[in-house]
C-alpha cells in the first residue's frame, strides 16, 4: 500500500489516512461530479454550519491555513504601520500573512513547558502601534486564552487564533477559534483534520463579519458573479474538500482520543528518561498535531533522530528554525524581543511519529529505539 514501505515508520501518516478512508472519499467525489456543482454548493455550507455549531462561531471555508490568516488580517483592517504580536515558534505563514497587509510581526518568545505564546511576553511588547495580537496553538496545545483575551481587551488589541495546528482543542471547554475574533485553520491533508491537498477555514466570533470574510476570498463579490466590490482572493473551498472534511469533523474526537492515548503511552514509556514529554496545561488538553521531545541538548536530539532513522523510523524537527531566523524576514520589516527560550527548546527537540493510524506495535517500536538510545548501560 502506497507509502506503508515496510519495516519504515513514517514520521507523517496523512499517506495512510486517506488510503483508511478511500472508498468513502471515492463516493463522496463521485457525488460531487454527479452534482455538477464544484463550488459554493451543499457541501460547503454544511461544513461552515456544522463546524460555527460544533466550534461555536461563523465559519468560511478557505484554500489553505496562510489563505484563512492573511484574510483574517485584512478584515479586522490592520495594515501599514500597525503591529502585530505572535510567538517566534510557529508557521512562516502566520508572519506572511501580517506583512502581506503591510503590518509588522512583532516576535515574542514562547513558555517553555508548553510552547505556547508567553502572555507576559506579550504584555512587555504591547506599544501604541499595536492593533493585534496572534495566539498560535502549537503542536495541538491551545495557547493560554484566558491570559490573552484579558491582556487584548485591556489594550484594546484584536485578537486572530492561529488554530492551524489545533482543531478540536479546547481551553477551559472553549474550542480552538472562539475565544478570539477569528480563528484561522488549516486544513491541508496532514492536519489534525484535513481536506485532500489544501484547505482552510475561517471563525468568525461575529456574524457581523460574516459577508466582509466572504467577499475577501471571493475576489471581492457579494453572490453575484460579474460584480467585484472589492479586491479580494481567489481563496474559496471547493467542494470535493468541504465533502471531506466534513466527514472527518465526526471522526475528529476519537482521533483525538486515540492521539491521546498514544502520548500516554509514549509519556508512561519515557518517564526514566532523560527527556521533558508534551503535556496537557491546566484547562488545556493536548491534542497532539506533534509529540515534540525535549532532549538535554541540541547533539543528543540530533543523535536521536540519527539513530531512529538508522532503525526506520522518521521524525521532524518542526521547527528547525524561529521565524525571525528564516531568510525571507530579511526582506520583511519585524521586530524581535527576547526569544531565548525559543532558541534554546527548538534545537533540542526531536518530533515522535505520533497519528490516530500509528499502530500500538509501532509505538512501542519508537519506545525501543528511544531507549535503545537513551536508557544508559550499567
Ligand atoms: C501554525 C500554522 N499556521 C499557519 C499554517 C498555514 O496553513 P496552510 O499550510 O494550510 O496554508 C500552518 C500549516 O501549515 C501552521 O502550522
Not at 83 to 95: D, G, H, K, Q, R
Amino acid at each position: 500500500m502506497n507509502t506503508l514501505t515496510a519495516g519504515t515508520i513514517a514520521g507523517e501518516f496523512h499517506a495512510r489516512r486517506v488510503y483508511g478512508l478511500k472508498r468513502e472519499v471515492l463516493r463522496l467525489v463521485e457525488e460531487v461530479i454527479d452534482d455538477g456543482v464544484f463550488h459554493g454548493g451543499r457541501r460547503i455550507r454544511e461544513l461552515e454550519v456544522v463546524a460555527g455549531e460544533r466550534w461555536g462561531g461563523h465559519a468560511v471555508g478557505t484554500s489553505s491555513g496562510t489563505m484563512a490568516l492573511e484574510t483574517a488580517v485584512r478584515a479586522l483592517g490592520i495594515g501599514a504601520g500597525d503591529e502585530v504580536i505572535m510567538p517566534a515558534l510557529t508557521f512562516v505563514s502566520t508572519a506572511f500573512a501580517v506583512a502581506a497587509a503591510g503590518a509588522v510581526p512583532v516576535f515574542v518568545d514562547i513558555d517553555a513547558r508548553t510552547r505556547t505564546i508567553d502572555p507576559t511576553a506579550v504584555a512587555a511588547a504591547v506599544t501604541p502601534r499595536t492593533r493585534a495580537v496572534i495566539p498560535v496553538h502549537i503542536h495541538g496545545l491551545m495557547a493560554d486564552m484566558t491570559a490573552i483575551r484579558a491582556l487584548a481587551d485591556r489594550h484594546a488589541l484584536a485578537v486572530i487564533e492561529d488554530c492551524a495546528q489545533a482543531a478540536g482543542a479546547t481551553d477551559r471547554g472553549r474550542p480552538a477559534g472562539s475565544v478570539g475574533d477569528i480563528g484561522c485553520f488549516s486544513m491541508w491533508v496532514g492536519k489534525n483534520l484535513g481536506g485532500l491537498a489544501d484547505g482552510g477555514l475561517l471563525l468568525a466570533r461575529e456574524a457581523a463579519l460574516l459577508p466582509l470574510l466572504r467577499k475577501l476570498t471571493d475576489l471581492g463579490r457579494d453572490g453575484e458573479r460579474n460584480t467585484h466590490h472589492l479586491r479580494g482572493s481567489r481563496g474559496r473551498m471547493g467542494e470535493i474538500d468541504a465533502a471531506v472534511i466534513r466527514h472527518q469533523l465526526d471522526l475528529l474526537p476519537d482521533w483525538i482520543d486515540r492521539r491521546r492515548t498514544l502520548a500516554d503511552r509514549y509519556a508512561d514509556a519515557f518517564t526514566a528518561l532523560p527527556v521533558v514529554t508534551p503535556t496537557d496545561a491546566p484547562g488545556r488538553p493536548h491534542t497532539y498535531y506533534k509529540y515534540p521531545l525535549t532532549l538535554p541538548d541540541p547533539a543528543t536530539a540530533t543523535a536521536l533522530a540519527t539513530h531512529l532513522g538508522r532503525t526506520g523510523i522518521t521524525t521532524e524537527q518542526v521547527y528547525p528554525h524561529a521565524v525571525p531566523d528564516q531568510p525571507a524576514l530579511r526582506e520583511i520589516i519585524h521586530r524581535t524581543t527576547d526569544i531565548t527560550v525559543t532558541l534554546d527548546v527548538l534545537p533540542r527537540t526531536v518530533c515522535l511519529p505520533l497519528a490516530p493510524e500509528l499502530t500500538d506495535a509501532e509505538a512501542d517500536r519508537v519506545i525501543e529505539a528511544v531507549h535503545g538510545f537513551l536508557t544508559p548501560r550499567v
